[in-house]
């Protein structure tokens, strides 16, 4: 049977939602493994920003309706995600991640979780799935797991949000972009990304590997 993963989608474009690359390039590499995929994303309202400008444009749009672009419309509320529907959960980067899964880009360590996300992630944790967490995206998994289950995660080699990490509960470990950390015990998959000014190949070759070790892991836990 075809692994079933959920990608949960913060909005569209890296100042203030998902990372459009990031995001792609995590449903390529779980389509050429031939997994069966569904989006998610809450439904709140979110302060756009012009990406040719990176300043306020004054706007609001809604989260869900904004990744739905990215998954050719195919998209549902988080709210409505059942872990027992999967067998991993990956989590794209992009500074949505940090504003609109969470409050990590305004509180630091400080931060909360939409409930829905982390209902979701909790949920999808004790019921076995695996987790892949990019670029910023592991911040919001300390904040949900960090106190916890204590996980190891890597955000590359940014000294302020490694710190920011471990203040949560997690620990942290440098990795270039290519690369990815891997906490078996907890089962959880963690890769830069674009935390890194990094050019778009190597990015690809840090979240296809994750994705290659998230579905191993949720091939095991099937077998076995």
Known sequence: MAPRVAVVLSGCGFLDGAEIHESVLTLLALDLRG???????????FDVVN??????????????????????????DITKAKASDFDAVV??????AAKNLCTFATEGPSC??????????TQAHASGCVLGFACIAPALC???????????VTIGN?????????AMGASHTNAPVTDIVVDEANRI????????????????????????????????????
């Open 51 to 76: 990406h040719a400008t990176q300043e306020s444009s004054g706007e609001t749009r809604d989260v869900l309706t904004e990744a739905a672009r990215i998954c050719r419309g195919k998209i549902e």
């Open 158 to 166: 940014d000294a302020g949000t490694a710190q920011a990490v471990q």
């Open 189 to 224: 998959v963690t890769t830069p990304a674009y935390m890194y000014d990094a050019r778009i190949s190597e990015v690809h070759k840090g979240i296809d590997a994750m994705v290659e070790r998230v579905l191993q892991m949720a091939s095991a836990s099937a077998v076995a």
């Open 91 to 96: 989590l794209p980067g992009g500074f949505g």
């Open 142 to 152: 300390a904040r949900v797991f960090g106190n916890l289950l204590h996980p190891n």
């Open 35 to 45: 997994a069966a995929v569904r989006c998610f994303a809450p439904s709140k309202s």
């Open 112 to 121: 909360s979780v939409d409930p829905g996300v982390e209902t979701f992630l």
